[in-house]
Antibody, heavy 123, light 109 residues
């Protein structure tokens, strides 16, 4: 079955760029029926959508993070990636990647999630 | 910015019915989705398109919609249902932007 796995550094210094990759296995990232996205959860807090990407490269970002976020896709590697620039301690969180439906048939919910990766911003 | 509002907490005894609400102005036009999250785990989709249940989700989980409020109902609550629950939808513009509610902690007494 489809699986998603986040990877990347667990510790990032303030003002630097956080970079994470999500590897998709058991299915193709090039499906026209899905978006691929990033969600984060600060310690003890709720879920925050960061952004999503379509296999074609179209991107959609949370307006509150848009100036610092870049999401890209590499269909040849079945991966998509997140870059968050100028990080501060407020960006410390568990970062999840997830598949989101893109059609009326699939609905627009996130039906497959990675296990999450903890990123700490600290010097 | 668009918001979804959930109660911070709901408490029920085992075997009773738990109802968790989510309110938002765009909900009459956009489907809602519900996620269950247990400590240390990734969220799990338990309801999609307001009231549909994914395969593998127990029948005691159901969803409904009325105007600007959607409701997740858990009938015959079990101890294992204790978790945080989040609603999710999109804003009314129809773009693929995602909005989450603040989450509701369900406590099974």
């Amino acid at each position: 079955q489809l699986q998603l796995q986040e990877s990347g550094p667990g510790l990032v210094k303030p003002s630097e760029t956080l970079s994470l990759t999500c590897t998709v296995s058991g299915g193709s990232i090039s499906s026209s029926s899905y978006y691929w996205g990033w969600i984060r959860q600060p310690p003890g807090k709720g879920l925050e959508w960061i952004g999503s990407i379509y296999y074609s490269g179209s991107t959609y970002y949370n307006p509150s993070l848009k100036s610092r976020v870049t999401i890209s896709v590499d269909t040849s590697k079945n991966q998509f990636s997140l870059k968050l620039s100028s990080v501060t301690a407020a960006d410390t969180a568990v970062y999840y990647c997830a598949r989101r439906g893109a059609t009326v048939t699939t609905g627009y919910g996130m039906d497959v999630w990675g296990q999450g990766t903890t990123v700490t911003v600290s010097s | 910015s668009y918001e979804l509002t959930q109660p911070p907490s709901v408490s029920v005894s085992p075997g009773q019915t738990a109802r968790i609400t989510c309110s938002g102005d765009a909900l009459p036009k956009q489907y809602a989705y519900w996620y269950q999250q247990k400590p240390g785990q990734a969220p799990v989709l338990v309801i999609y398109k307001d009231s549909e249940r994914p395969s593998g989700i127990p029948e005691r989980f159901s969803g409904s919609s009325s105007g600007t409020t959607v409701t997740l109902t858990i009938s015959g609550v079990q101890a294992e249902d204790e978790a945080d629950y989040y609603c999710q939808s999109a804003d009314s513009s129809g773009t693929p932007h995602v909005v989450f509610g603040g989450g509701t902690k369900l406590t099974v007494l």
